[in-house]
């Protein structure tokens, strides 16, 4: 079946550092990714589209210019958070659809763990 | 805009009882698709409905999808300690990207 693989898996960095996440679909390719941050215990919030070849588009309220996306290749979508500080510890997780429409099934990456110190 | 409700928050039965989780949304979908997250992990396909008053099942899994394509139910008959974990719905929205309900975290006592 399809897999998506995030790499990494867990991530601690020093405020004001920059941290780049990577999430590959290995055996489809996909135009459209989907960035979520989940606190603990609650739901998947959207923060952004991933459209290769074009610019993101960022939900209401998340900071475009803290939350870098790329979309270079039809496999490979990248997030940097940028000059993270400790309110940006969460569980970073991309999700891709598996078919050519954006609400089609969709296949999720392992997550990052992301803990600013 | 388009919001998916999801109820209830958190869940827990004794081993062997059954579990409903509901999903109501503000507009009609086209389909909608209901997630497991295992603690510690990350969301997993379990299903997608697509038709109006649709029922599908998978083993002790009941996934039902209204006839009016706004509200839809995942039901497990005889809980067991496998079946711990996060159920999320998810409607597509705009078909641009899914909406994912609030979930409900089950936990089973064994």
């Known amino acids: 079946g399809a897999v998506v693989s995030q790499h990494p898996s867990w991530v601690i960095c020093k405020s004001g550092t920059s941290v780049k996440i990577e999430c590959r679909s290995l055996?489809?390719?996909?135009?459209?990714m989907f960035w979520y941050r989940q606190f603990p215990k609650q739901s998947l919030m959207l923060m952004a589209t991933s459209n290769e070849g074009s610019k993101a588009t960022y939900e209401q309220g998340v900071e475009k210019d803290k939350f870098l996306i790329n979309h270079a290749s039809l496999t490979l979508s990248t997030l940097t958070v940028t000059s993270a500080h400790p309110e940006d510890s969460s569980f970073y997780i991309c999700?891709?659809?598996?078919?050519?429409?954006?609400?089609?099934?969709?296949?999720f990456g392992q997550g990052t763990r992301l803990t600013v110190v | 805009g388009q919001q998916v409700m999801q109820i209830p928050q958190y869940q827990h039965v004794q081993e062997g009882e059954d579990f409903t989780t509901y999903c109501n949304s503000s507009?009609?979908?086209?389909?909608i698709q209901w997630y497991k997250q295992r603690p510690g992990g990350h969301p997993v396909f379990l299903i997608q409905?697509?038709?109006?008053?649709e029922v599908k099942k998978q083993k002790r899994l009941t996934f039902q999808f209204g006839e009016a394509k706004k509200n839809s139910s995942l039901h497990i008959t005889a809980t067991q300690t496998t079946d711990v974990g996060t159920y999320f719905c998810a409607g597509p929205r705009n078909n641009n990207d899914m909406r994912f309900g609030a979930g409900t975290r089950l936990t089973v006592k064994p």
């Open positions: 409905l697509v038709k109006s008053g």
């Open positions: 055996d489809f390719q996909a135009t459209t």
């Open positions: 507009t009609t979908l086209s389909n």
């Open positions: 999700s891709a659809p598996s078919g050519g429409s954006a609400s089609s099934k969709a296949f």
